[in-house]
């Protein structure tokens, strides 16, 4: 069996990488979700031998690829849909701003848990309609981390005024990394369906579980599959976000026809390279996500152990899915903002906290989907910084 070196150091610089390009000379890049990492051999070799036939007119929607995503639907979560449920779109934010401009009316509100991924307040912005956002609660466990509950009412009220019509959930949630239990799921679920919003259910994150179970909303009910329209996509899991093929799954007719018109006229098909990546990926690409996850298990422990260790006013989550830590830095005596002390101060570049929303001020989100070397240069750059803020105040 083939091992999978996720150690090797790949130079990405000069090949227009959006994370290592977007930050200055030396800092280094932890932001954006993308790997430093190689795809599986077997996307890479599909868009080889389509690149051989070297003729790349349009094309239509591959059915194998169609036939994998039902057969991977049906095996990770005994869920049964058929090819004619599934939609492709070149990218996820773009089905989000799609979801906004082909489901609700202008002046709509779109309810979203805050903090949560920027692009879901554009979902609603982009299309004369607002968000609404409900802040979870932040809840400390012990000194070193914290997680986040749902607050129920406030969800509720959110959901039953009048104008308010979808709901945009993220699960696995980015940035916290927890997957919603089953009962949280059903609960939000149910008032959906009480105050009759439509559930668009983001779950790009879902093949990256480091422990526990990732549930689909759309498996709760043939209820609830009937009103939700699920987001998938090869990207963040076989690190392919440069291919730019998303998948949109839904079981009502009325949903996907509406989903493809709000598509039209403003969506690229989907090119060639990306389906065959994308079906290179899902279909030869078990054991590498395999041994992807268990590194990325070891990369998280390694990164919580070190900020609990070296850094203790810097709380975290513990994510259970996702390569994305996301660290409360509000204890830390920070003079001016954070962002620039990050860059300048420790050389690093995590994504900025209020790019998730209000919520997010104080916090960065740092990704540990890099070798173990970057990541501990990276902690290293923090420490080395927090430490000499200890000495300044
Ligand atoms: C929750 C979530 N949705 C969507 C995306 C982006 O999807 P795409 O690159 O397909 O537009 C990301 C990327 O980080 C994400 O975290």
Not at 150 to 169: R, V
Request: with cysteine; proline share 5%.
């Amino acid at each position: 069996m083939t091992a999978y070196n996720f150690d090797e150091i790949i130079d990405r610089t000069g090949h227009n990488s959006a994370k290592w390009s977007a930050v200055d000379d030396g800092c280094l890049p932890m932001w954006v979700a993308d790997m430093d990492f190689r795809s599986p051999p077997s996307a890479i070799k599909a868009m080889v031998e389509r690149a051989r036939h070297g003729v790349f007119g349009y094309t239509l929607n591959p059915p194998k690829l169609k036939e994998v995503v039902v057969e991977r639907m049906e095996r990770l979560y005994n869920w049964r849909i058929t090819p004619d449920d599934v939609l492709f779109s070149p990218g996820l934010v773009l089905g989000l701003c799609a979801t906004g401009r082909g489901f609700g009316a202008p002046g709509d509100a779109v309810l979203i848990q805050t903090p949560v991924y920027g692009p879901f307040f554009k979902a609603a912005t982009s299309n004369q309609k607002f968000s609404l956002s409900i802040d979870m609660q932040y809840v400390a466990d012990g000194k070193h981390h914290f997680h986040y509950e749902n607050d129920y009412n406030a969800f509720e009220e959110a959901a039953s005024k009048p104008q308010t019509s979808i709901h945009l959930q993220c699960n696995p949630q980015n940035p916290a990394g927890f997957m919603y239990a089953r009962a949280e799921l059903e609960r939000i679920g149910e008032i959906c369906l009480k105050h009759k919003l439509l559930i668009v259910a983001d779950e790009i994150h879902s093949d990256l579980i480091l422990e526990g179970t990732h549930i689909p909303i759309a498996t709760l009910s043939e209820e609830i599959a009937q009103n939700t329209l699920t987001m998938i996509a090869p990207s963040k899991t076989y690190n392919l976000a440069g291919m730019g093929c998303s998948v949109l799954i839904a079981q009502n007719k009325e949903i996907r026809e509406t989903m493809a018109a709000a598509l039209q006229g403003i969506s690229a098909h989907v090119n060639i390279m990306g389906y065959e990546a994308a079906y290179g990926a899902y279909s030869g690409g078990n054991e590498w996500l395999r041994q992807l996850l268990v590194y990325l298990k070891e990369n998280r422990d390694f990164a919580i152990d070190y900020i609990r260790r070296h850094m203790p006013l810097i709380k975290t989550t513990v994510p259970t899915s996702t390569y994305l830590l996301w660290m409360d830095m509000r204890d830390l005596p920070i003079e001016g903002d954070l962002i620039d002390f990050c860059h300048h101060s420790a050389g690093i570049a995590p994504s900025p906290g209020t790019f998730f929303g209000e919520a997010g001020k104080g916090f960065v989100r740092l990704n540990f989907g890099c070798p173990r070397a970057t990541l501990e240069t990276g902690l290293k750059r923090l420490r080395a910084a927090v430490e000499q803020l200890a000495l300044t105040v």
